[in-house]
T-cell receptor, first 114, second 113 residues
């Protein structure tokens, strides 16, 4: 596979469930990102990892827990979510963070919380 | 706070007409500027970027953008719209030393036959 992949593409979960989103990049990048995209709202940056170290956490509720075991993989662990957490969750990667390097996005996971 | 403003959440043009999507950013430091496009059920894809040098940058699919420092703008244009250009377009800015890219709210482009 090439580029940035995300699994699953669609996820429906109840408020008491625990699930994880997975992101994998095959581009040799050093930075990875989680974004939340909701209807009628700007793209919201959730977390940034640079060289496997979290460098940005935008006041995200603790029910979202990121994990970056190596520079190619990024996870978002979900538990006790709320209906307002339903959104498209996008993963991205770049050669480095905070520079002129563009980000490469995965296709997203469409999350529905019931 | 740093911000990116895209004027117009929706823009509608006829096929063959000029496309103009507006983007302004707020900052006193030199930015790196990007335009991304998102097609339905897909992630964002880079159209073009400005880092340094020539202020008129050309991207994929016939799009181009001009960096105007005095106006803090980075508007996206295409001389002739095609039906396949219908998508959502995002302007974004990154600053040296920061760890995040700031995205605009997006502009949805409709192309009428």
């Amino acid at each position: 596979e090439t580029g940035v992949t995300q699994t699953p593409r669609h996820l429906v979960m109840g408020m008491t469930n625990k699930k994880s989103l997975k992101c994998e990049q095959h581009l040799g990048h050093n930075a990875m990102y989680w974004y939340k995209q909701s209807a009628k709202k700007p793209l919201e940056l959730m977390f940034v990892y640079s060289l496997e170290e979290r460098v940005e956490n935008n006041s995200v509720p603790s029910r979202f827990s990121p994990e970056c075991p190596n520079s190619s993989h990024l996870f978002l662990h979900l538990h006790t979510l709320q209906p307002e957490d339903s959104a498209l969750y996008l993963c991205a990667s770049s050669r480095s963070s905070g520079t002129d390097y563009e980000q490469y996005f995965g296709p997203g996971t469409r999350l529905t919380v019931t | 706070a740093q911000s990116v403003t895209q004027l117009g959440s929706h823009v509608s043009v006829s096929e063959g007409a000029l496309v103009l999507l507006r983007c302004n950013y707020s900052s006193s430091v030199p930015p790196y500027l990007f335009w991304y496009v998102q097609y339905p059920n897909q992630g964002l894809q880079l159209l073009l970027k400005y880092t340094t040098g020539a202020t008129l940058v050309k991207g994929i699919n016939g799009f181009e953008a001009e960096f105007k420092k005095s106006e803090t703008s980075f508007h996206l244009t295409k001389p002739s719209a095609h039906m396949s250009d219908a998508a959502e377009y995002f302007c974004a800015v990154t600053y040296t030393g920061g760890f995040k890219t700031i995205f605009g709210a997006g502009t949805r482009l409709f192309v009428k036959a």
